[in-house]
Nanobody, 124 residues
Framework: EVKVVESGGGSVQAGGSLRLSCTAS????????PGWYRQVPGNECELVAR???????DYLDSVKGRFTISQDNAKKMVYLQMNSLKPEDTAVYYC??????????????????WGQGTQVTVSS
């Protein structure tokens, strides 16, 4: 079965850290550039970070210097290390096997390899 599953969300205080993990089942993250998106109710689904097949990374401006995306050598896992978290980082975070665009109307994209999301809550 082809599946993408996120884990690692939770509640932290501002300034804290969380590490999100994304596991690919039935495929590997080498067919496209995987990434992490987030969405707050009423807002668009925005790209937080994307990692290329060469290991290069793109980040949302507001998370640069605080978040780091990485991938395991087997291309089965993608991680998002989130440090110095802020209340405005509160959202549901989604892992996508193909982070093609910077924004979508909704997360997750139907009929694509996306996970169901993990909640991140940062309190002040």
């Amino acid at each position: 079965e082809v599946k993408v599953v996120e884990s690692g969300g939770g509640s932290v205080q501002a300034g804290g850290s969380l590490r999100l993990s994304c596991t690919a089942s039935g495929f590997t993250f080498d067919v496209a550039d995987p990434g992490w998106y987030r969405q707050v109710p009423g807002n668009e689904c925005e790209l937080v970070a994307r990692i290329g097949t060469d290991g290069s990374a793109d980040y949302l401006d507001s998370v640069k210097g605080r978040f780091t995306i990485s991938q395991d050598n087997a291309k089965k896992m993608v991680y998002l290390q989130m440090n110095s978290l802020k209340p405005e980082d509160t959202a549901v975070y989604y892992c996508a096997a193909d982070a093609a665009l910077n924004k979508y109307v909704y997360c997750p994209r139907p009929n694509h390899y996306w996970g169901q999301g993990t909640q991140v809550t940062v309190s002040s």
